[in-house]
């Protein structure tokens, strides 16, 4: 057959020539052209994915500036937009997908939003917190998933408001107390659940990071390794997987690390030079509710053993950049006179002493033996304060 073509092709003009081969060259580029795209998308993924974007409407608010606040390789980031004509837009550099807290100048609250893909949203000038997810399925998803965590949230809300109302009496804070342990034991057993459910769905990639230290090293190697690969691919998992290492690491060495750090007045507190037998470092923040929920706690226990078992360092991570003067006004203002370190999560050298100490969570706090620097206990959750107290209350037993 190749014989009787090639005396064929000798008789035909040169178009008629191209309008034969002309076919199968195409044929054979496009067949590469689209082997090749297989090729990216099965085999880099994160090449082939698109980066999400999240676009918002205002009905009548302009020149002004929204912010979105996200938890990123190992550290948070702030990227800003400008309103115009009643519209914004946030286009990021990363393929994966973002949970994130987005502000707006002018408008009072925040507004917790999952971005996928493009991501569109309604915002709500009245009640911003109540704005509507109008776009992105799988940003759908999250909002009908995490509706339980808001009411939760909201609840936690206001109960804390109510516990520090000049108007309630004791026996009625000690009821907002007890409903405020419940609740927040209720949102940490949705997290749990979900997370040992779906081990295929990034959202428990994001709810694992809130409740990171309530686990122990086995557990979070267990789930871990439970992941979907599509879930590993995503940045948060390797951020976690690391700190899962040094979390192993530190749980074999259990020592603190910087053991020195810079007061508000600008002297060194040096561990070394602790007299006390334990070192509580509390790190928190005073946009934080939950931090700020704890204090009179955190008061309590060192008002007990601050003269004999225990000092207490406060590390604050100042996410809105508070003045210096402001904050030194609030811890005034609520009676914490012990140290105090400021940092502000923006700067590269305090983000690298809060990756230090392994923090990503707020509050979290850490007892330490001054004369070992072990690391006794290290939890963030306000039950953690009692198995504090009752661990101090052993050890002044035993003596």
């Given amino acids: 057959p190749f014989d009787l073509l090639n005396k064929k092709l000798v008789n035909l003009e040169i178009f008629e020539i191209y309008m034969i081969v002309a076919p199968a060259f195409l044929y054979r580029v496009l067949r590469s052209s689209l082997l090749l795209l297989l090729i990216v998308f099965f085999c880099f993924p994160a090449v082939a994915q698109r980066a999400p974007e999240l676009h918002g409407s205002l009905p009548t608010l302009s020149r002004t500036k929204a912010y979105f606040r996200y938890f990123e390789d190992g550290i948070w980031n702030v990227d800003s ?7 914004f837009r946030f286009r990021f550099s990363k393929g994966d997908d973002k949970l994130g807290i987005l502000t707006i100048d002018n408008l009072p609250g925040t507004f917790s939003v999952y971005v996928s893909g493009i991501t569109k949203i309604q915002v709500n000038e009245n009640q911003f917190w109540k704005s509507k997810v109008v776009a992105s399925n799988k940003s759908l998803e999250y909002v009908r998933i995490n509706t339980p965590v808001e009411a939760l949230q909201d609840s936690l809300m206001y109960l804390n408001k109510l516990k520090f109302s000049l108007s309630r009496d004791a026996e009625l804070r000690l009821t907002d107390s007890l409903l405020i342990d419940a609740y927040t034991r209720q949102l940490y057993q949705y997290k749990f659940q979900f997370i040992e459910a779906h081990p295929s769905s990034e959202f428990s990639l994001f709810y694992l990071n809130d409740v990171w230290s309530l686990y122990s090293p086995e ?3 267990r789930i871990l390794n439970r992941f979907s690969d599509s879930v590993k691919r995503h940045n948060l998992y390797e951020f976690l997987f690391r700190k899962l290492k040094k979390k192993q690491q530190l749980a074999v060495s259990k020592q603190i690390t910087p053991s020195k750090f810079t007061l508000l007045d600008g002297k ?14 509390n790190v928190w923040g005073t946009w934080c509710g939950p931090c700020v929920q704890e204090l009179p706690q955190l008061r309590d226990l060192y008002n007990r053993y601050g003269s004999t078992s225990l000092t207490v360092l406060s590390i604050a991570n100042e996410i809105k950049n508070t003045p210096k003067a402001d904050f ?37 706090n850490i007892l330490i033996h001054t004369k070992t620097k072990k690391i006794v206990l290290v939890a963030d959750t306000k039950l953690f304060l009692k198995d504090v107290d009752d661990y101090l209350q052993k050890i002044d037993s035993i003596r």
């Fill in 81 to 87: 937009a400008e309103v115009n004509l009643g519209q």
């Fill in 219 to 221: 557990q979070l190697e």
């Fill in 268 to 281: 060194i507190f040096d561990i070394d030079s602790v007299s006390t037998p334990y070192l509580l470092i």
């Fill in 328 to 364: 030194i006004k609030f811890i005034e203002s609520h009676s914490l006179y012990w140290q105090h370190v400021l940092l502000y999560g923006s700067q590269v050298k305090h983000q690298t002493i809060l990756n230090s100490l392994g923090i990503n969570a707020y509050p979290t």
